[in-house]
Structures are given as structure tokens and as C-alpha cells.
């Protein structure tokens, strides 16, 4: 059993910033790439940001130069920093993991965190 805990969500001004954090545990031989997706209310699920085990990364354009995506591999976390917020960055926040188990290979998701950018 693989479980996904993410972490770091709430409430900030246009222009802040926040740092989300997901952490995997459970029968872990190997975790492949991990990402952050974002779901606006009526949106469809979208890509933020990936990273695979060997550190390529992938941004969706309208995140570059905003969010830093990072993992500790020691740790099975990924972090999502996210500044200069906008009001469109509103949505609930997944995280997603692609984990190799002991005769598996599955993907897996968080709850989702809420992320509100308000005045």
C-alpha cells in the first residue's frame, strides 16, 4: 500500500507565495517521476509541473518562471514553490507519484490541497 500526504495549501494574497510539499510512503522500491496537478472549479484536471528521478523538468507555460518544482529523494518528497501568485493559480492541488512496488508499477494521488489566492 502507497500513500501520498500532501501538504502546505491556504489562503494568500495576489503576489504571495506558498510551498506545497508531498510526501510518498509504503512499499517503495523506486519512484519514478513525481508532479503536481491543479483542478479550478468546472476545469479539467491540468498539468503544473514535473520531475523525474534523474531531474528533468517539465513546467506548464503558464507556471514558468513562478513555481520551482523540487524532490528529496531520500525523503520520497516533492515540493512545489510557488510565488508571485495569481488569482487563475486558485484550485485544488495533487500530487502524483509513479512508484515502482515490489512487483508493481502504478500511479498514484494525493487528496489534493486547497490553494485560494484572494485579496
Known amino acids: 500500500q502507497v500513500q501520498l500526504v500532501e501538504s502546505g495549501g491556504g489562503l494568500v494574497q495576489p503576489g504571495g507565495s506558498l510551498k506545497l510539499s508531498c510526501a510518498a510512503s509504503?512499499?517503495?522500491?523506486?519512484?519514478?517521476?513525481m508532479g503536481w496537478y491543479r483542478q479550478a472549479p468546472g476545469m479539467q484536471r491540468e498539468l503544473v509541473a514535473t520531475?523525474?528521478?534523474?531531474?528533468?523538468?517539465n513546467y506548464a507555460g503558464s507556471v514558468k518562471g513562478r513555481f520551482t518544482i523540487s524532490r528529496d529523494n531520500a525523503k520520497n518528497t516533492v515540493y512545489l514553490q510557488m510565488n508571485s501568485l495569481k488569482p487563475e493559480d486558485t484550485a485544488v492541488y495533487y500530487c502524483?507519484?509513479?512508484?515502482?512496488?515490489?512487483?508493481?508499477?502504478?500511479?498514484?494521488w494525493g487528496q489534493g490541497t486547497q490553494v485560494t489566492v484572494s485579496s
Open positions: 509504503g512499499s517503495i522500491f523506486s519512484i519514478n517521476a
Open positions: 502524483n507519484a509513479d512508484i515502482t512496488g515490489w512487483g508493481t508499477r502504478d500511479d498514484y
Open positions: 520531475i523525474t528521478s534523474d531531474g528533468r523538468i
